[in-house]
């Protein structure tokens, strides 16, 4: 799933909400119940699996929800609805649910309540559309004649070609089953969603926070440990890890700039730094003026040429993070630091001013040059240093633009109203290097943000999805990111560690592959 998430001034009252929103009691306990108290952001859109890209629905989406497979703290897919997923002939799965699974509201979980699901994200073009463009009659708005109910326990899907990775991406949230009531009225269900997951929503309070509570109805690997989790959505997180500090909050996945240097050493065994699949970048859109064709190639690569990323890594990081050498994170199966082109990563001011004057030959460039971001998740530190030494190598105007939260800046990238670059990345949604790339990059992927195209890309894709093995699919994957250090659809920066901590109340407490807590895990102590 998507990671779309220098400090906006924000006014008393709405800080004073973002506080009350925090103060929940000694470790969470009090008024709101016994629950493990955690951090979190708004959500951009109801909460819909197949509508949902971004990392303040997603992680209550996944706790509210289970999908034919589920991923351990490693990344390795397991089985949770599903008990058997066979491949008959070359490209067509057999899927079998187990017994005896049912949706929070008792009504079974069935095969057609998979299908139909698959069916309207693909039929209504929601934001995870394109997770499903491997399905035999694939187009958008329609629904796919390669999914088939057998019987209530058991339906088939087959797929336009071989792609053996497919099982291991149906743990993904736009693969979540949906009940028959969901169809009802799309809109007011994810305000008020049904579970088939560890855990069942209680309260969304908008912009403020969310509590989700055990659902007994539940019989998968996940069984929650706690009486339930609240996500309190903070305005920064400087007044989190406060929290955190004074034990008001049980559960903390991001530090601030400010506690960069000294969490590892107030929080002691209790920090947390951990690599993690997390890749982070800053996209310029394929529409901005002076980006596009040639010019804009060379600008793209002037900008990358500009960034001291090993600066900005050891001085606002602490080390925290590591410079980018692809697209993707090291911690994926085939991963690679040698890929040809990656050379534009380095940090490089003499070729940077070179090329930059090369383009300016072309169209002169006026105006200034932002990169958005959102305050409340800690961004203007690397902001600040990275528009710094692009302003500084270049001679232009290069600024920060924040936003004061996350909903309002994914707003704006998803309804293409934005006006400059903007901060983007990836957490993974499946242990696989498809996974960085496609979604971002391929045409029309579902977090295609930049609304990047290239031919040769996506036939390089398509190639390495139909790979017989994962070695020869993750040798084209790599193929394929040759392409993007040509146009570089998005600048990268660097992999990031999982850094956070937890409170002395809580015990059990595991971050997983993908950087979000196994909150169904945690015990209060």
């Known amino acids: 799933m998507t990671l779309k998430k220098t400090i906006a001034v924000l006014t008393a009252a709405a800080l004073a909400v973002g506080m009350a929103a925090c103060s929940s009691g000694s470790g969470g306990s009090g008024g709101d119940g016994n629950y493990i108290v955690v951090n ?10 197949g509508d949902t890209n971004e990392n ?34 070359e490209k067509t799965y057999r899927i079998t649910l187990k017994d005896g699974m049912s949706f929070s509201d008792d009504t079974p979980i069935k095969a057609d309540n998979f299908v139909k699901a698959w069916n309207y994200v693909v039929e209504h073009d929601q934001l995870g559309s394109s997770y499903f463009e491997s399905i035999q009659g694939y187009e958008s708005g329609k629904p796919m004649e390669g999914l088939k109910v057998v019987d209530d326990k058991t339906f088939t899907v087959e797929l336009n070609q071989p792609e053996a990775d497919f099982p291991n991406r149906l743990g993904y949230t736009a693969f979540f089953p949906l009940p ?22 209680q309260e969304w309070s908008h912009n403020e926070s969310a509590t ?39 559960v903390l996945d991001a530090v601030p700039d400010s506690a960069m240097t000294s969490f590892q050493q107030e929080l002691g065994d209790r920090a ?13 859109p394929q529409k901005l003026e002076h980006f596009s064709g040639e010019e804009g190639k060379l600008r793209r690569q002037a900008i990358s040429l500009a960034i001291n990323r090993e600066e900005v890594t050891e001085k606002i990081f602490n080390k925290t993070r590591t410079p980018a050498k692809d697209f993707t994170t090291p911690v994926a199966e085939g991963y690679s630091a040698d890929i040809a082109g990656n050379d534009v990563l380095a940090y490089n001011p003499e070729k940077a001013k070179e090329l930059w004057a090369k383009a300016d030959e072309m169209s002169p460039f006026t105006g200034e040059f932002s990169i958005a971001y959102n305050a409340d998740g800690g961004h203007q530190g690397w902001v600040d240093a990275v528009a710094n030494s692009i302003k500084n190598t270049l001679g232009i105007e290069a600024v920060g633009n924040p936003y004061p939260d996350f909903k309002s800046l994914r707003d704006d990238i998803t309804n293409r109203t934005i006006s400059g670059a903007f901060r983007s990345g990836w957490q993974g949604d499946y242990p696989g290097l498809g996974n960085f790339l496609a979604p971002l990059y391929g045409t029309g992927g579902s977090s295609n943000d930049g609304d990047y195209s290239n031919p040769d890309f996506d036939a390089k894709l398509k190639e390495a999805a139909s790979a017989k093995t994962s070695e020869e699919s993750n040798a084209l994957y790599n193929q394929s990111q040759e392409t993007l250090f040509k146009d570089l659809p998005a600048i990268p920066l660097w992999y990031a560690n999982v850094t956070g901590g937890y409170s002395e109340n809580v015990s059990n407490v595991d971050f ?13 102590k």
Do not use: C
């Open 40 to 49: 979190g952001s708004e959500p951009q859109h109801p909460l819909l699996p």
């Open 56 to 89: 303040g629905g997603g992680r209550i989406i996944d706790m509210i929800n289970s999908g034919l497979m589920y991923y351990d703290a490693e990344g390795k897919a397991k089985k949770d609805l599903a008990e058997s997923i066979e491949l008959e002939g």
């Open 180 to 201: 028959d009531s969901a169809f009802d009225d799309m809109d007011a269900y994810g305000e008020k969603p049904v579970s088939s997951g560890p855990y069942k929503l």
């Open 212 to 250: 989700i509570v055990p659902n007994d109805s539940y019989k998968g690997d996940r069984k929650a440990q706690n009486e339930g989790v609240k996500f309190v959505f903070y305005p920064q997180l400087d007044p989190a890890y406060a929290d955190l500090l004074a034990g008001q909050l049980d």
């Open 272 to 284: 947390v730094n951990e690599s993690v699949a997390l890749f982070q970048s800053f996209t310029i």
């Open 512 to 524: 997983g592959w993908n950087t979000t807590p196994l909150y169904y895990k945690i015990t209060r």
